[in-house]
């Protein structure tokens, strides 16, 4: 189970290197679909929320230190900090929940929401550690306003996923043996 779990999570690791590729070439697009974000939520939808935290963070810093972006500061610590929410939050959130669809999308949303709020909370604290100006409309604007595109791009996307990963047997054997033993 944990060779499983470690191969699904790398994959996952390299799709958060090679999305972004495909909205490089325009980086509002980038900025507004977030492809970094799915296969964290996805990751710790798959693999639970310490695969999932554990692959969010190190993501964005992979990614600036392999290609220079994200730029590490501000905006990849604060990212770092936010996809490792979105994984823990997602694969805890799903685990705890019973299998059925709805639940996806409940796990999906929590997750999106507490994410969110943890990069809101790394960025105001950078924001006074480094004098850098960070405002609430600011956050609202980054965290929910610009992002509505992304938003709606996973709502659509990461449910479909899990659900096929859930009739190929990745996700539901690989949970219920845990719980077992755990």
Known sequence: MRTKKLCIAGICLTL???LPFLTGQIPQIGNALSP??????????????TYGALIGFIAPILRFMLFGMPP???????????????GMASGVIYRALPKKAINIYISLISAMLVGRVVWGIARFIMALAFGIEFSFQM???????????????????IPILVMACQKAGAVLKAN???IKVG
């Open 16 to 18: 958060c290197m090679l």
């Open 36 to 49: 970094m974000h799915i296969p964290v939520l996805l990751c710790g939808m798959l693999c639970g929320g």
């Open 72 to 86: 590490i500061f501000p905006i990849g610590i604060a990212m770092a900090f936010e996809l490792a929410a979105y």
């Open 139 to 157: 956050f609202l604007s980054g965290a929910f306003i610009t992002a509505i595109p992304g938003i709606i791009c996973h709502i659509l996307i």
């Open 176 to 178: 219920e043996q845990e």
